[in-house]
């Protein structure tokens, strides 16, 4: 089969994509090795858990990575992407233990040992299929370092990072406040509760005044959302200026059914205007009430069990009890006791367990915690000295104010799945031991048993030690040392704006405090990609797209195009599954132009194969100067957007090069040059030109399918591999980018022929928005007249202009009898309308288009006479307001001449 005739078939990207994904893999085209004499690029994967399936936002933080890491490689530098999943604790254990209940199993009964066999039985079997969907996406990792957080490397990490912060004081047990999910009977973090809405109730309840003074109140009333939690109030408190209540402060009221005394406080936390201005401060179950009672040394009274029911500190009609079912009989006592004074409907915010899918308490337990206030101000440092970039800029006043009230981070999780904390304790004399090993006989009594911490690490005190520990951290070894000095410190992070602390900054406080490097020099936060509604993706809205069948119908390229096109940095991407046209729609378009350089190669007897970037030659053609000077402004805008991580500006301007440039109008202009050649008497000059010309398109279309190929890896392998024979093991991602410096020192790019091209392009556009606005037919060929001044700017371009217009071309100044007009590129375009449409109709159509214009001009006018809008708005938009009257007074010249001109000559 020849060349062309590979592209017979349409574009069809099933016919390719998974077979170009897996071979990238299998011939090792993205395996990196430490190298002396090179630059290295590194990028870690954010590892996703390994209980995931692919969503869209993995897909669009994947491409920009993958855009990143191709691009480097392109750049001749040796790159480094690092994938690998985390072990997920609280996920995979939700999941594990569900699979066993379904199972009639119970974990408490299977014990430690058997679950966590479960478990990797469980992550063997479905652990990889999130890696499997990164691979299909054309995810360029060194597949072979894939790591995954519970590997026995990794957990060594894990285990000596936390024993080193123990040995510098740095760690601590202490009773707080948790957030407590009943069903894991676990600690979860900030970003493992989901807010939701919720209609409620809000409860009002009197509480007994214990001595009231003469002539004042006998009770006061508390409005509360969670009844049950009174057994453990300490205190009633209102705001120290509500003037309502200044007699009651220092008293004290008893709290109803168990009948304690608590004291009335002072504290500005009150809201006068919520509810009665009165609260109940219930320290050991709610965060606010917390800070409240450490200010006023009120102490703390757990009134819950693990698993949310009452224990032995309410009263024993309601020990046992459910929460709500506690709720429920506490709410009908109150009423028949006369203490609820009434109760109103109140929308309210819940936090919700991610994966227990129930309410979360705040629960007071006894947890490990790490010091944060002197890693935080690590991650400061960085951030304001500039070593550190967060994209978009807007997220370090985030960071500043977040680090800057860092609060210790508790890291125990009362689970089995993940990382068991290393401390050990001698059964003997209760010697506590920190080691990454039990200890082989107690440092105190010589006791050899040992019973370690039942809990394991929060999975972000894992995931903290990424960036370095996925390169061998902290072994120190010749190998580990020739990966740390290869890979390490990594250049980007990109990943979503929700993790900025669990995961971003506590990765900066990790590498700076375990080996004094920033572990990378930027990061990127990804737009959230909602539905068209503005809506968050998520499996019961039934919004999420199925990416599977989106790939299958559109194509993989279309889906990392469309997704990276619409980027704005700071916004989010409101994704409907039509959008994927526009990148299935370009692939199309390259794949078509392919086809068409290609047989028109082949018909003249030009190898293709022999047309890379490297050979390009450009002829003494103005077409050819005006493509390449297109070429060179593209080039640098790609190289100055992903340098700057401007995706959309990278992707826009390729698609605007390739089909408008390349496509639209090259071609075009290409096709007269091809057929005359092809004429049988054919002269020596137009046989050269065809052929100079078509071999410098193949030769500059290589370099651009290179340019694309960070975004559209498959179309541009696909399409590269079949330019020529024999390519099988070599790959377009590990051919040469451009370097414009060396490309421009050879030929210099004329931007005057951009411009030049510009004005015909104007011209031809000009001429057919005219033939569209009259409804002329596409085969008619008009008189379009030009000014005489302009002859000896467009004369080397009037055929192929008179080509791609459908039009015969004359320059002169006298003007057609009806005519219809245009200004563009400050070129007057006058198409001859007669015969074509109704003088008198068009005189009329003209006269109204004044009276419009007349009536813009005096808004525009009017603000510009006003010295305060000129001195006071922002120069841009005074700019602005000046172009428009500018062009809106060229327009105006341009249609009294035309009226004058049908008017004189009896229209």
């Known amino acids: ?101 379904d199972e009639g199993i119970n974990k408490r009964e299977l014990g430690r040992e058997k679950f966590l066999e479960e478990a990797y039985k469980w992550k063997s079997n479905y652990g990889g299929r999130i890696i499997g969907a990164l691979k299909r996406l054309g995810a360029s990792c060194d597949w072979d370092r894939e790591v995954f957080t519970m590997d026995p490397d990794y957990h060594q990490a894990v285990l000596q990072a936390f024993v080193t912060l123990y040995d510098q004081g740095l760690v601590y047990k202490g009773h707080r406040l948790v957030n407590w999910c009943p069903v894991s009977q676990s600690v979860i973090s900030d970003e493992e509760v989901i807010s939701e809405e919720r209609q409620g109730h809000l409860w009002h309840i009197s509480y ?50 168990c009948d304690r005394e608590v004291p009335v406080i002072a504290d500005t936390y009150v809201e006068r205007d919520f509810g009665t201005g009165v609260v109940k401060i219930t320290p050991a179950h709610d965060m606010n009430d917390y800070e409240v009672g450490q200010r006023h040394n009120l102490g703390l009274l757990n009134v819950m069990n693990p698993d949310a029911s009452l224990n032995e500190n309410s009263p024993p009609a309601y020990q046992g009890l459910d929460r709500y079912e506690a709720r429920q009989k506490l709410v009908k006592e109150l009423k028949e006791r006369g203490l609820l004074v009434k109760t109103d409907n109140h929308k309210m915010v819940v936090g919700i367990s991610e994966r227990g899918h129930v309410p979360i308490e705040f629960y007071l337990s006894e947890q490990w915690y790490f010091k944060m206030e002197g890693l935080a101000q690590l991650a400061l440092e960085e951030t304001r000295s500039g070593r550190l970039r967060l994209l978009p800029a807007f997220t370090e006043k985030i960071w500043e104010h977040w680090l800057g009230g860092i609060k210790d981070w508790c890291v125990s999780r009362q689970l089995w799945w993940g990382h068991r ?17 039990a200890p082989a006989a107690c440092e105190a009594c010589g006791h050899v048993e040992f019973e370690q911490e039942e809990d394991v690490l929060d999975t972000w005190a894992s995931s903290w030690l990424w960036p370095f520990a996925v390169q061998g951290w902290p072994k120190n070894d010749a190998q580990t040392q020739k990966q740390m000095e290869a890979y390490y410190p990594t250049e980007t992070i990109v990943t979503g704006q929700d993790i900025i602390f669990f995961w971003i900054a506590r990765m900066v406080m990790a590498g700076k405090h375990f080996t004094g490097k920033l572990p990378f020099k930027s990061v990127y936060f990804t737009p959230i990609v909602r539905d068209s509604k503005g809506r968050k993706m998520s499996k019961s809205l039934g919004n999420s797209p199925d990416l599977q069948k989106l790939m299958a119908e559109y194509g993989t390229d279309a889906l990392r195009f469309s997704l990276v096109n619409q980027i704005v940095l700071g916004q989010d991407i409101h994704w409907k599954n039509e959008s994927c046209e526009m990148g299935r729609n370009f692939a199309n378009k390259i794949w078509n132009a392919t086809r068409f350089l290609l047989s028109h190669a082949e018909k003249r007897n030009i190898s293709s194969a022999k047309c890379t970037f490297e050979s390009l030659k450009i002829p003494n053609d103005a077409v050819a100067t005006w493509l ?58 137009s046989l050269k030109r065809a052929d100079e010309l078509l071999q410098f398109a193949l030769s500059l279309f290589d370099g651009a399918l290179r340019l694309l190929h960070p975004l559209m890896p498959f179309v541009t392998e696909e399409i590269w591999q079949r330019l020529a024979e024999g390519r099988s093991s070599q ?140 001195s006071g708005a922002p120069e841009s938009v005074v700019a602005g307001a000046r172009a428009q009257e500018s062009e809106n007074l060229a327009e105006k010249k341009l249609l009294n001449r035309v009226l004058e001109s049908m008017q004189s000559q009896g229209g």
């Open 1 to 101: 089969m020849s060349l062309s005739g590979a592209f017979e078939k349409p574009y069809d990207p099933s016919e390719f994509e998974e077979k170009r994904a897996q071979d990238w893999i299998d011939k090792g085209f993205f395996a990196s090795q430490p190298k002396s004499d090179t630059t290295h690029y590194t990028i870690v994967i954010p590892p996703p858990n390994v209980t995931g399936d692919l969503h869209i936002g993995h897909v669009l933080n994947n491409t920009l990575q993958d855009i990143l890491i191709r691009w480097q490689r392109l750049k001749g530098r040796e790159t480094c992407w690092v994938p690998g999943t985390d072990h997920a604790s609280i996920a995979t254990e939700a999941k594990v233990t569900k699979k066993l209940a």
């Open 208 to 257: 007994p005044v214990v001595s009231p003074t003469p002539g004042g109140p006998t009770a006061v009333e508390v409005a509360t959302t969670r009844p049950e939690t009174l057994f453990g109030d300490l205190a009633v408190a209102v705001h120290p200026e509500d003037e309502r209540y200044q007699g009651l402060i220092g008293q004290k009221v008893r709290v109803p059914v």
């Open 421 to 437: 904390i290393p401390v050990y304790t001698c059964t003997s004399c209760s010697k506590v031991h920190c080691a990454v090993e």
């Open 628 to 685: 390449f000077s297109e070429f060179c402004q593209t080039l640098e805008t790609a190289d100055k957007a992903l340098s700057g991580m401007n995706f959309a500006t990278y992707s826009s301007k390729l698609y605007e090069h390739l089909w408008m440039v390349f496509c639209d109008w090259f071609v075009e202009l290409l096709k007269p040059v091809l057929a005359e050649a092809a004429e049988t008497n054919a002269s020596v000059a």
């Open 731 to 870: 790959t377009i991602g590990r051919q040469l980018w451009p370097n414009a410096k060396e490309l421009t020192a050879r030929y210099e790019p004329d931007p005057a022929s951009v411009a030049h091209m510009r004005a015909v392009q104007g011209v031809v556009g000009a001429v057919r928005a005219i033939r569209g606005q009259y409804s002329l037919h596409p085969g008619l060929r008009l008189r379009v007249v030009l000014p005489e001044a302009s002859r000896d700017r467009f004369g080397e371009h009037v055929a192929a202009m008179e080509y791609l217009s459908g039009s015969q071309l004359h320059f002169e100044d006298a003007l057609p009898q009806v005519v219809g007009a245009a200004l563009t590129q400050g070129t007057e375009v006058f198409v001859d309308l007669e015969g074509h449409v109704d003088a008198a109709s068009e005189v009329k159509s003209v006269k109204q288009r004044l009276q419009k214009i007349e009536q813009v001009l005096v808004g525009i006018q009017k603000k510009l006479s006003n010295e305060k809008f000129v």
